[in-house]
């Protein structure tokens, strides 16, 4: 009766944001006037605030933007000996991280991924983990929305020869406003109440506490509440401290385990509000919103009844699967939190995935596997299900022999070609990384466990990078430079060769002129359009992964 109190107030608060946040994000990216603040930053930056770009140049941008803050990031860690609250390894001092670990952390939190192949308590001083880390978990997700709104903008542009003609926005206004006037805000707000909460924030490098045998330990502190916050409202995912928000100075109780659940569904939930307030029918967002609900609530209750219901004597004879879960939040607070985490690309983590049954890690896979739009990240879920529902569509169009339409624009071949490298490019990296962690030699060295579980945790790891999540079983050592530049590689394809593909579909649609609806024209502001969209990201995602899962949690599940 607890997890479901849980998920009841859950929906509650998703509920009563739904609307407000939505609308206000609607608002944010259609706002012709600027904010005094912005302007200042335009005029240090050099930005014409007043010029909208092309797909190519606001895809230049992304890409130039992405790539001088994993530059950046990566020489924050590489001279972090040099800078102040360098507490690190227990000292006053921290040291340089090594260059692959570097590059691997700098790709992770700019990729929006936060996969963490060190423990940060000991590796990274608070100057990183504030001016990098945090930063970036702003940043990251602000670049996704951004992507996602870009798309929007195409889908409710009407086309034709003007002087906005072809223009998607402007990436740098819209970076800003949605750092200024969205993820600052909500992260202010959501700090406060973690530290109300009882989550820590210190500048203080630990305090030393007595042992019942009279020695003494030293815990580490840092200023968790205000990453915690980032972390989880951008879907990012990178704690802290070592055990993410198993940790109880990042999640030390039922409420902020709840709010920490509450922060990540938030922007996802409330941006499909925003897109059909932006397209002028706020119906298609209510039919994004229920596919979104649809899987979440899907895969909830299976993975809810694995671990209710586990198959091993030991989790039978202790009445349900505890082993590797916080008993401050049980059974369907760990479940509630892995599985919310894996549909939103956060990666966060409260419990131990590799102690989860196979057939409830399997869903915790499977979720990512899906392209994460249950409910997906912060945009990325947005513009994942949005390319997923044009491939509906255009299966729709050939099983009744028309040219499909969405939202008024006719798909061609080119829209077609551009949603399906979108998702063909993170199975791609998925199955390769997989198969060559598993085919070269010394790689298998890497793993604690063999079998079916020790296949499941190399492929959980390739599907959390290419998904842009970061959480992992945790069984598996990624320290080697196969690992760390193998994953760091997967993030980056799997977050910009789809975040190109968004933006060429979206510099397509722009310029088609919307026509109205006919006799032969798909109704997609239903129920039968929903299950379509459902049914289609569930098809895909067997169809590519059926074989790799079968080998890996399935036949674990069914051992």
């Not at 299966?395 to 008024?408: D, Q, W």
């Not at 933006?503 to 006799?519: K, M, N, Q």
């Not at 899962?549 to 069914?558: F, H, N, R």
Request: contains cysteine; charged residues 10%.
């Amino acid at each position: 009766m607890a997890g479901v109190a849980q998920v009841g107030l859950l929906l509650v608060l998703l509920a009563a944001s739904w609307k407000p946040l939505g609308d206000w994000m609607a608002r944010v990216y259609t706002d012709t006037e600027h904010w005094r603040v912005e302007r200042w930053i335009y005029r240090i930056c050099r930005v014409d605030a007043g010029s909208g770009q092309r797909a190519t140049t606001y895809a230049a941008g992304v890409l130039g933007f992405s790539f001088v803050s994993i530059v950046l990031l990566y020489l924050l860690q590489r001279l972090q000996p040099f800078l102040p609250l360098g507490f690190g390894r227990g000292t006053d001092d921290a040291d340089t991280v090594s260059p692959a670990m570097a590059f691997n952390t700098a790709v992770s939190f700019v990729t929006n991924t936060n996969w963490q192949s060190y423990v940060p308590e000991q590796v990274l001083g608070h100057t990183v983990q504030m001016v990098g880390l945090t930063t970036q978990n702003v940043l990251s997700a602000v670049v996704g929305m951004a992507v996602a709104i870009a798309l929007v903008r195409a889908f409710a542009a009407r086309g034709g020869d003007g002087a906005d003609a072809g223009r998607l926005g402007n990436f740098w206004v819209d970076l800003t406003r949605g750092t200024v006037r969205i993820m600052v805000p909500l992260a202010v707000v959501a700090a406060v109440v973690l530290v109300a909460g009882g989550v820590v924030q210190s500048l203080r490098a630990g305090v030393d506490v007595t042992n019942v045998d009279g020695s003494t330990h030293t815990l580490p502190l840092a200023p968790a509440a205000s990453q915690e916050a980032v972390k989880e409202l951008g879907t990012n995912g990178g704690g802290i401290f070592n055990a993410n928000s198993a940790h109880p100075f990042e999640n030390p109780n039922p409420f902020t385990n709840v709010f920490e659940i509450f922060l990540m569904l938030l922007i996802p939930v409330a941006l499909t509000r925003t897109f059909g307030v932006m397209v002028g029918q706020v119906r298609q967002g209510v039919v994004l919103l229920s596919v979104m609900g649809g899987l979440w609530a899907l895969f909830l209750g299976l993975a809810w009844l694995a671990e209710a219901h586990p198959n091993g004597p030991a989790a039978i004879a202790a009445g349900g699967a505890m082993e590797g879960k916080e008993v401050r939040f049980g059974v369907a607070g760990s479940v509630l939190f892995a599985i919310s985490t894996t549909g939103t690309s956060t990666g966060a983590v409260n419990a131990m995935h590799d102690s989860l049954s196979g057939a409830a890690g399997g869903l915790a896979m499977l979720n990512m596997l899906l392209g994460e739009v249950a409910p997906g990240g912060t945009g990325s879920g947005l513009y994942g299900l949005l390319v997923l529902s044009i491939i509906a569509v255009f299966l729709a169009g050939l099983m009744v022999g028309r040219t499909p339409e969405f939202l008024g624009k006719k798909l061609g071949r080119r829209e077609v070609t551009y949603a399906a490298v979108s998702i063909l490019v993170m199975p791609t990296f998925v199955l390769l990384g997989a198969g060559l962690a598993i085919a070269l030699p010394g790689t298998a060295d890497a793993l604690n466990n063999d079998g079916a579980h020790g296949f499941s945790e190399v492929l959980y790891a390739w599907a959390s990078a290419a998904n842009n999540n970061g959480s992992a079983f945790a069984g598996i050592t990624v320290t080697s430079d196969f690992f760390q530049a193998g994953l760091g590689v997967a993030m980056l394809f799997g977050r910009f060769v789809q975040i190109l593909a968004v933006l060429a579909l979206a510099g397509s649609l722009v310029d088609r002129r919307r026509v109205p609806a006919g006799a032969g024209t798909l109704p997609t502001d239903g129920p039968l359009f929903a299950g379509l969209v459902g049914g289609t990201v569930l098809l895909v995602s067997a169809l590519t992964f059926f074989p790799a899962l079968a080998l890996g949690p399935i036949a674990e599940a069914l051992s």
